[in-house]
């Protein structure tokens, strides 16, 4: 009986880590499309990503059950309790990268084609950065691996560095072209969408580390590297 229920229980934490998988591999994709749709101009394919997320809010509610089951009927504790409460969290956050990327895909429908803005050319690179943290942070979850958890936090540097880029761009572009003021303020909106999700990968990864160490990795105190006590 307590094999059983051993073996019930980590197939449970199984089923648990693969819906987390595939929320954030959904994630992901969205990111991409959504990125391509808007550089291509195309209005199908972002209508697409809009209706494709509510997938991600059945998968959602769907690790909500399953770990509220999993607290209920097995009194998880220490290390299996932290990753179940990430995993909780985690889904959250996910869910939030896909309306983020979701929001990108609104805009492309909004676009009045008045001509290329330069400031376009620099935010596939930025969203590549931001889908790569989603990537990172979704293994590190998996293998529970803090420290690649920490390269990911530290990423979202570059991030926030091209927002900036982008956002300054942006304004000396309307400045000077005030016809393309429309299209340059949607940009704006899309480059501030992927500065949070660089920031909403970096809340899992802080997640992925508390779970992997038990200790909390914050903002003013993030760690340069694991040491074997931190394992």
């Known amino acids: 009986m307590v094999e059983h229920t051993v073996k ?4 449970e ?14 994630a992901e994709v969205a990111i991409r499309d959504a990125i391509s749709a808007l550089i291509n101009r195309d209005d199908d394919k972002a209508r697409v990503i809009v209706a494709n997320d509510a ?3 059945a998968l959602e509610a769907e690790v909500d059950r399953l770990a509220v089951r999993i607290i209920a009927l097995r009194a998880p504790m220490a290390d299996d309790l932290r990753e179940v409460i990430a995993a909780l969290k ?9 309306d983020y990327a979701k ?16 400031p376009l050319t620099l935010i ?15 293994n590190a979850y998996g293998s529970r691996d803090a420290q690649l958890a920490v390269e990911v936090i530290h990423r979202d540097e570059k991030v926030d560095n091209f927002y900036n880029s982008i956002f ?6 309307m400045m000077e ?13 899309v480059a501030r969408n992927l500065e949070r999700i660089g920031d909403h990968a970096t809340n899992v990864a802080e997640m992925v580390y508390f779970a992997a160490t038990g200790d909390y990795c914050t903002e003013r105190d993030r760690p340069d590297e694991i040491t074997e006590e931190d394992k």
Do not use: C, W, Y
């Open 168 to 173: 300054r761009n942006l304004v000396a572009h």
């Open 103 to 118: 929001n990108i895909a609104k805009r492309v429908t909004r676009f009045e084609r008045t001509g290329q803005i330069e």
């Open 55 to 57: 997938k991600l809010d």
């Open 13 to 26: 934490i199984s089923q648990l880590r693969g819906l987390i998988a595939e929320m954030g591999g959904l």
């Open 177 to 189: 072209n005030p016809a393309t003021i429309s299209d340059a303020a949607q940009l704006l909106f």
């Open 8 to 11: 019930a229980f980590e197939n």
């Open 90 to 98: 985690i889904s959250g956050v996910i869910e939030r990268i896909g």
């Open 124 to 138: 596939p690179t930025m969203a590549e950065i931001a889908q790569s943290m989603v990537r990172d942070v979704l």
